[in-house]
């Protein structure tokens, strides 16, 4: 018990105060009052029960094969960071709403689904999903209406379908599928995207070797660049045919692929949409 205690006070940073084991309960609440990093199930029972946490939440290692001393965790007010782990699914966090920081999902070799966070409703930052061979779905993220800032879903090999993106209206500043030789390979299509109406940064489709439309992003305002490029079928017959608007001028489509898709860098593309209104003036998304 010892030797545990000594290894987790080195992965417990922060305000932490009193006994190493203190909880605080506040209204019913059970807070961690610092960052909490989880290498394996041993460090979890720390925080078992716990419905708050202070700081960030990082998880990572093999040894980490289940989450369900964390089914109560309720909101996190820094980062929740998941990567290599031997995780298979993350059901054990179903009753998390509230991520305050960035949430990063990456390079667990064994996740195939994310449909445990369903309550999930707001991050305070950017959402990466990354290098995660086996992952099918990103349903954890249904109720997710806007991502503040980033919004990256790369190198995720079998993922097919981004219907737990449905309920996605706006990201601050730049959405991208796929970075250069890491692409999701199974994606065919963003027509669960229907209800995004704006990127207030860079849009970037790199590397998606099923893709084979566009369409879905039809309508869709972006505030920077546009690039679209290495995704093998969109050739021929399958060349995307959308408007976009550009804020400004940069936009590089297919740049190093053996096809070009033209896209308008009028002030308006040809559906005529004008930027949402939470992108105008003072409430434009803040330049990188």
């Given at each position: 018990m010892k030797t545990m205690t000594r290894t987790l006070s080195t992965r417990l940073r922060g305000s932490v105060r009193g006994p190493f084991f203190e909880r605080q309960e506040k209204a019913g609440r059970f807070l961690w009052p610092g960052d909490v990093e989880v290498a394996s199930q041993e460090d979890l029972f720390c925080v078992a029960g716990c419905t708050e946490i202070a700081g960030d939440l990082v998880v990572r290692g093999p040894k980490v094969t289940g989450l369900r001393e964390l089914s109560g965790l309720v909101k996190i007010h820094g980062d929740l960071v998941i990567e290599k782990?031997?995780?298979?699914?993350?059901?054990?966090?179903?009753?998390?709403?509230?991520?305050?920081?960035d949430l990063s999902v990456g390079d667990n070799p064994g996740l195939r689904s994310m449909r445990g966070?369903?309550?999930?409703?707001?991050?305070?930052r950017s959402v990466f999903i990354w290098a995660n061979e086996r992952l099918e779905d990103v349903d954890g993220l249904c109720k997710l209406r806007s991502v503040r800032e980033h919004l990256e879903i790369w190198g995720n090999r079998r993922l097919a379908s981004?219907?737990?993106?449905?309920?996605?209206?706006?990201?601050?500043?730049?959405?991208?599928?796929?970075?250069?030789?890491?692409g999701n390979d199974r994606l065919r299509h963003f027509d669960d995207l229907g209800a995004l109406r704006a990127v207030g940064g860079d849009l970037a489709i790199c590397c998606n070797q099923a893709l084979e439309r566009v369409d879905g992003l039809a309508g869709l305002w972006v505030g920077g660049k546009v690039v679209v490029e290495h995704n093998g079928r969109l050739v021929g017959r399958n060349r995307p045919r959308i408007g976009l608007l550009q804020r400004e001028p940069g936009v590089r489509v297919g740049a190093l692929a053996?096809?070009?898709?033209?896209?308008?860098?009028?002030?308006?593309?040809?559906?005529?949409?004008?930027?949402p209104a939470e992108f105008e003036g003072d409430n434009r998304p803040p330049t990188r």
């Open positions: 782990t031997s995780l298979k699914a993350l059901d054990d966090l179903c009753g998390l709403r509230s991520v305050g920081g966070p369903q309550e999930l409703e707001h991050v305070g981004l219907s737990g993106l449905a309920a996605l209206e706006s990201i601050g500043r730049d959405l991208s599928f796929g970075r250069q030789g890491f053996p096809w070009r898709w033209d896209v308008s860098t009028s002030p308006k593309s040809t559906l005529g949409l004008e930027p």
